[in-house]
């Protein structure tokens, strides 16, 4: 069974464009979340997805983040304009509660590392 | 305020033990978890705890005081291949739902 996928891995980008990141979740999750990273930083929670719905989008830093998940499979992150502060690595992870375990395991793609410059 | 408390690094030997203390303070909780994440890749998912006490998983074990706020990961006979960060996450209310609050991670290091 394929994993949750991100693409691209990396991604350089001058302050001011636009980036979008994608994450494929595991076929069937109907949990979507990002998450980011500020290297020396913990990992914080951004989004979650319930299908299409946004759950939760208290953790967006701003309006210059757009999350989208539209038809609940995979989830695009647009960044516009990007900012120097930006810069870190975008998680995503997807789960599906009610699979006999009374807790909700996240399954992590390996990350978008975005550089701002 | 939500606070994660988790040390920044640990060196190990191979073959030993080691245990890497998370402590937290949370507005809830419902749950604590331990990923493992290696250089550039995902964190995978390692252990959960709700209720107090020891759960143990082969050469894992986690453990959880609710009253103390605080929880333990134990590597036994460790392996070259644990060197890696290892990540405490408590859910904790947030937003509209539960949210996972994390730690900054401990580095452990395994040397021969």
């Known amino acids: 069974e394929a994993g949750v996928t991100q693409f691209p891995s990396h991604s350089v980008i001058e302050k001011g464009q636009t980036v979008t990141l994608r994450c494929d979740p595991i076929?069937?999750?109907?949990?979507l979340y990002w998450y980011r990273r500020v290297m020396g930083k913990e990992i914080k929670f951004l989004l979650h997805f319930v299908k299409e719905s946004k759950q939760d989008e208290s953790g967006m830093p701003n309006n210059r983040f757009l999350a989208e998940r539209t038809g609940g499979t995979y989830s695009t992150l647009k960044v516009q304009p990007a900012e120097l502060e930006d810069s870190g690595v975008y998680f995503c992870a997807s789960s599906q509660e009610g699979l006999g375990r009374n807790y909700n395991e996240q399954f992590f793609g390996p990350g978008t590392r975005l550089t701002v410059l | 305020g939500q606070n994660i408390d988790q040390p920044t690094e640990m060196t190990a030997t191979e073959g030993a033990i080691v245990q890497i203390n998370c402590t937290y303070q949370?507005?809830?909780?419902?749950?604590l978890f331990w990923y493992q994440q290696h250089a550039g890749e995902a964190p995978t998912f390692l252990s959960y705890?709700?209720l107090d006490g020891l759960e143990e998983k082969g050469r894992f074990s986690s453990f959880l005081s609710r009253s103390k706020g605080y929880s333990y990961l134990l590597l036994k006979e460790l392996q070259m291949k644990d060197s890696a960060s290892y990540l405490c996450?408590?859910?904790?209310?947030?937003?509209?739902?539960?949210?996972?609050?994390w730690g900054a991670g401990t580095k452990l290091i395994i040397k021969p």
């Open positions: 076929s069937g999750h109907d949990n």
């Open positions: 705890n709700v």
């Open positions: 949370t507005s809830g909780f419902n749950g």
């Open positions: 996450a408590v859910r904790a209310p947030g937003g509209s739902n539960y949210q996972l609050i």
